[in-house]
């Protein structure tokens, strides 16, 4: 069985640019999640889709962060502008369940 | 909200058992789950509890206590390579898990 695929698997760009990572669940799988890791700290839930609706983004900075899966399969983050702080490896997840699968993820590094 | 609390770091020696503790609190609940994650990796799942006990798989344990808000995860017989992070997580009512801050544990010869 496919696991959950992500990519890029390194982007760097200077602040102020805009960026975009791509996540496909693993088939079946109606539940996708985007998740932000800072170095030495746990993941950070930034949205969590139920097929193609928004079941939760409250951590969502919205001013500068999108999220959509239109179709109910793959999925687009994008930032924009980027910020320093921004700086951290964007995980996506999928599950069908309680247990959550997590990609290798994308690291992002903002100069 | 939610706030989950884990040691940041510890050593223990190989052959050694360990035991990585989790505190939480929590405004719903649909369990506690443990993953491991190495350096540069994707935290890959470990164990589930839902029910107050022991749940054991192999060299690694996990428990949960709801009434304490109180998890641990016991490592036996430690080898080189469970050198990771270990994030303890806890599901809410929308099966998202939100994780605590993770402990890196370093196994030495």
């Known amino acids: 069985e496919a696991g959950v695929a992500q990519s890029p698997r390194y982007k760097i760009i200077e602040k102020r640019q805009s960026v975009a990572f791509w996540c496909n669940p693993i088939?079946?799988?109606?539940?996708l999640y985007w998740y932000q890791q800072i170095l030495g700290q746990g993941p950070k839930l930034l949205i969590q889709f139920q097929n193609n609706g928004v079941v939760d983004d409250s951590q969502l900075p919205k001013d500068r962060f999108s999220a959509e899966r239109l179709k109910g399969v793959d999925s687009t983050l994008k930032i924009q502008p980027a910020k320093l702080e921004d700086s951290a490896v964007y995980l996506c997840?999928?599950?069908?369940?309680?247990?959550?699968?997590f990609g290798s993820g994308t690291q992002l590094s903002v100069l | 909200g939610q706030n989950i609390d884990q040691p940041t770091e510890m050593t223990a020696t190989e052959g050694a058992i360990v035991q990585i503790n989790c505190t939480y609190q929590?405004?719903?609940?649909?369990?506690l789950f443990w993953y491991q994650q190495h350096a540069g990796e994707a935290p890959t799942f470990l164990s589930y509890n839902v029910l107050d006990g022991l749940e054991e798989k192999g060299r690694f344990s996990s428990f949960l206590s709801r009434s304490k808000g109180y998890s641990y995860l016991l490592l036996k017989e430690l080898q080189m390579k469970d050198s990771a992070s270990y994030l303890c997580?806890?599901?809410?009512?929308?099966?998202?898990?939100?994780f605590g801050k993770g402990t890196s544990l370093l196994v030495t010869p």
């Open positions: 929590t405004s719903g609940f649909n369990g």
């Open positions: 997580a806890v599901s809410n009512s929308g099966y998202a898990l939100n």
């Open positions: 088939s079946g799988h109606a539940t």
């Open positions: 997840a999928s599950s069908s369940g309680e247990k959550l699968f």
